[in-house]
């Protein structure tokens, strides 16, 4: 395989962080509505911008 293009590598950090945010975000909107409260959609749009941001930086984050 060749090396990936800078498109390539966006998109996919792109996608990562995005769907960090919807997954826990969809997660802590079921919660919310399934305990009836509503601090966690926030608590988990902030833990999947935390986790994408890991993700990547953990995959993209070292130069070789």
Do not use: H, N
């Amino acid at each position: 395989m060749g090396e990936q293009s800078g498109t390539d590598t966006g998109l996919r950090v792109f996608s990562i962080l995005i769907s960090g945010v919807a997954f826990y975000g969809g997660l802590g909107w079921v919660l919310d509505r399934w305990l009836q409260t509503s601090w966690l959609l926030p608590l988990g749009i902030i833990a999947g911008m935390a986790a994408g941001i890991y993700l990547v930086i953990a995959r993209y984050g070292r130069s070789e």
